[in-house]
């Protein structure tokens, strides 16, 4: 996947890396890192009233240019177009969330990459409890350390890999996905419907997310959290604080609605 606008000199800027990138694994593990801790994992467009524009060329302008952030298929999409550039093998995967209650369909986007004849899993989309850094796919069962975060994949005899994160001690699923390789465009359906459906969870509410050194902050409806070292601070935002606390806190500005 690429963009006609796209420039890898621009988007280093925009997450702010320094040095030459490579085709190696570290590199991919810095870049994901830095764009974690600089651009949100957001849904404004979706809470003023919009349909998320999955037009590559309009992702960089929203993301590079605008400094905005997005969700996964934006943020996944933009880390792709990087990916690309430097000539790494990638793979678009359909992940089933598995937070809720009841079993959603596979909505979710993450990459699957191809480096030195090992398979790793890159997610820069979902949220509270996504990955930090990338995850070797032949890794399995293993508690794996990110910063203050632990998670562990395992593969079931159906084929579909789990995510699972620890949560207060406890393990708790994320997301299943196999190998099946997607193309961009079967992401439309999905994105429509997190773009659109009165219970998805985007539309019900805003959802801001940006990692951290020390863990994450997280706007959800209106409740703001940090994370830091395992430690949460908690409080209630009003709406006359909103626009104040998405300029301070994610550098964002509320889009006006259509």
């Not at 997005?70 to 943020?75: A, D, L, N, R, T």
């Amino acid at each position: 996947m690429q963009a006609d606008n796209f420039s890898l000199t621009e988007y280093l800027h925009r997450i702010d890396y320094t040095g030459t990138p490579k085709a190696d694994i570290e590199t991919v593990a810095r870049m994901m890192r830095r764009q974690l801790f600089s651009v949100p994992f957001e849904n404004l467009d979706v809470q003023a009233g919009k349909i998320v524009s999955l037009v590559p060329e309009e992702i960089v302008d929203k993301i590079v240019n605008r400094k905005r952030g997005g969700y996964c298929y934006e943020v996944n999409g933009l880390f792709a177009m990087a990916l690309e550039s430097l000539g790494i093998s990638y793979r678009f995967a359909a992940a089933r969330p598995m937070i809720y209650p009841a079993r959603r369909p596979r909505t979710h986007m993450v990459l699957v990459l191809t480096l030195g004849g090992e398979q790793w899993l890159c997610d820069l989309g979902f949220g509270s409890y996504g990955i930090r850094a990338p995850m070797r796919l032949d890794a399995l069962d293993v508690e794996i350390a990110q910063d203050d975060d632990t998670f562990m994949l395992s593969l079931g005899d159906d084929g579909f890999y789990l995510l699972r994160a620890k949560v207060n001690g406890e393990w708790e699923n994320q997301y299943a996905f196999d190998l099946s390789s997607q193309e961009w465009v079967d992401f439309v359906p999905a994105n429509y419907l997190n773009s659109t459906h009165p219970e998805a969870l985007f539309v019900r509410m805003i959802v801001v997310v940006l990692m951290t050194e020390a863990g994450r902050k997280i706007l959800g409806g209106d409740s703001f959290k940090i994370v830091a070292h395992g430690r949460t601070e908690k409080r209630t935002v009003a709406p006359d604080e909103l626009p104040d606390l998405l300029a301070r806190e994610f550098g964002l500005t509320m889009p006006a609605r259509t």
